[in-house]
Every structure is written in structure tokens, then in C-alpha cells.
């Protein structure tokens, strides 16, 4: 039997002094966060929702401007359903994985036209929104509205399987960490319990060097106890996908227009800004990628690649540079954009890195 296995069976005070360390560190030590109600504010959904849904696979220290800029812009989840989805997606741009951009402005409508303009305070109703999974629905329903649910992020993966050691690797082992979770939870505190867990996997239960003197989970952990800390979480082995390649074309005309077409709503960078170019294959042919230029302008094939790892592959792309003349008509389907505008434009990384590949800065100068 593992430790794991052990703990589903504690008794309810044992499993409660945990919690109960782990809260009166986070009384004293919590983050100021710029989206964290202080002690005694009341907490609005809207904030809660935003940073949780900006906060997935990006940083703290990458989201605050975003979220700084998004409230300014969009004080209210009815302002941000009353925004055009372009311009929500422009200033998403930067933030990556732009289906959650399309899926925060689906929600922010949903919620404004359904739900009279408020988060529904259940985590069914929570999870049946737009780009609500099973994580944000529980991170919204704790914190925003106090509801006893376990919410596991992969701070707190790394908190419960150093304090279970637990053996199992992930992702298999999701349902038995939330299970931990669950039984380990203050049910009197929820919103508080949960910050506190992200607190520590932040700054105390770190991936690397895990500070845990400091800890008030100490007593309690059983990876201290063996001195395997940063043996956990155990993780299966990655599959890094096929590498697909293929061409970009930065067409730029006299007036230092660039040429560009929006890809198609759904699927991978949806909605987003992107230069024309060739499929992207694990069979790429460069010289037959030519036939793919948008206009027929002498092409410059510019030494090197531009590398860009997706979740689900890495991709290679050759970059194509022409120059057309003035007044010169954009291609079937696609547009001119103003030098000016490139900086505002809603270009995924992928597409910043070809246009610095092909030295077109931000402001359309080379
Ligand atoms: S004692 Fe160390 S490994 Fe265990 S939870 Fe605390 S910081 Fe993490």
C-alpha cells in the first residue's frame, strides 16, 4: 500500500492539520497578487476568471500587464462581450494559445447574455461556460464563491505527490492527486486553501531546491522524510511529435505594407494573423513550396529556418522575402496592413519569428 493509498483512509482530524498549517502560513505569507481580493474585500468572479484563464501554461510575472491592460480596457465581463472579437483577440496576441482568447470572449458573452451578467456561483454551471475546463471551473468556484472543490494546478501536482510520494507518474496520476486534494481541503476556507496550495508550489515547494525549512507542510511530507523531494512528480515519457516544415512568404510593398491573411477560426492558431505560406508537413518540398507564393514577385529565400515547438510537434520554416512595387493588389483572400499596424496586429509567436527572421520589426522597419 503507498502513502497515497494510505491517506484516502486518514481520519478527518489528521488529514485536517495539514490544512491547518498550510492556512496559517498563508495568513502571513500570501502573495499580493493584482488580481487577489486583499483579507476581507470581497472577491470579484470576473478578476478571478480573467487571471485564471490568462494564467494557464504562461507566468504570473507574463500575465499582470495583460490583465492590468485587459481590466482597463474591459472593466466588466459585459464590457469584454460588448468587444469586438478581433480587438479581445489583438490584445490577447503575445499570450499564446489563442483558442483560449476566442474561448474568453464565447464565456464573457455567455455569461453576459445567459447569466445576467454573473458568474454562475456552482461549479456545473461554471463548467458548462465557454473555455471553462475542469481546473478553472474549480479555481473559479473556490476562490470566487468559497465552494469546497479541489483545484490542481501543476503547482499543486508538485505539493501532493512530494507530500504523498506519490509513485504513480503523470498525467495518469490526476485523479488520484485531485482525490488527495479533496480529502485534504479545509472545507470552511476553500478559496483560501486553494491560493495557499499555488502559493507554495511558488515559492517555497519549487521544482528545483524546494526550500523546506521553510515549509509548513514539513511534518507532514513524506518526500522530506526521504530526502526525494525532487524525485516528484513522477513523469511518463513525452512524446514530442513529428517535426513538420514548411514556407512563409513576408511580402512587404513600397509603402512598407505587409501582406497577410487571418487563418481560419478553428483548429490550431485560429482567428490569429499570418503571413502567407505552405502547409506545414513532415514531407515539406522547398522547391515545390514555391509554386505556394502568394504573387508572382522575385522570391528571396533567406538563409537559415525559423524553429517554433507546438505542443503537439515542432515545426521549421523557410522564409521567403519579396518586395512589391506600389499599388500593387493584395493576393485572393488576403490584405495589406500598414507598417504602423504590425505592432497591434494579432500575429502568433510563430509569425513575430518569421517577420524578425525576414527583419520586419514591429513597426514595419527593417
Ligand atoms: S516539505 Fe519540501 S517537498 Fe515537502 S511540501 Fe514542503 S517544500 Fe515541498
Known sequence: MTRATIARTKPAQESAAPAAA???????????LPWRALPGEPVDPYRVWLSEIMLQQTTVKAVAPYFAAFLARWPTVADLAAAPVEEVMKAWAGLGYYSRARNLHACAIAVARDHDGR????????RALPGVGDYTAAAVGAIAFDLAAPVVDGNVERVVTRLEAVDE???????????????MLDPT??????????????TICTPRRPACALCSLRPFCAAAAEGSQE???????????????????????????????????????GGMTEVPGTAWSADFDEAAALAAAPLPLALHRLPGTVGHVFTHFPLELTVFRADAPS????????????????????????????LAHAGVGPDGRA
Open 22 to 32: 498550510l492556512l496559517a502560513w498563508y495568513d502571513r505569507h500570501r502573495r499580493h
Open 119 to 126: 458568474f454562475p456561483a456552482e461549479i456545473a454551471g461554471l
Open 169 to 183: 507518474p503523470l498525467p495518469g496520476a490526476k485523479p488520484l492527486i485531485r482525490a488527495l486534494v479533496a480529502d
Open 189 to 202: 476556507r476553500p478559496g483560501d486553501f486553494a491560493q495557499a496550495m499555488m502559493d507554495l508550489g511558488a
Open 231 to 269: 524525485a516528484y512528480p513522477k513523469k511518463a515519457p513525452k512524446k514530442t511529435g513529428t517535426l513538420r516544415r514548411g514556407a512563409a512568404f513576408v511580402v512587404v510593398r513600397a509603402d512598407g505594407a505587409l501582406l497577410v491573411g487571418t487563418r481560419p477560426p478553428k483548429g490550431l492558431l
Open 327 to 354: 499599388g500593387t493588389p493584395p493576393a485572393p483572400g488576403m490584405r495589406w496592413i500598414a507598417a504602423g499596424e504590425i505592432a497591434g496586429e494579432a500575429f502568433p509567436t510563430v509569425m513575430r519569428k518569421v
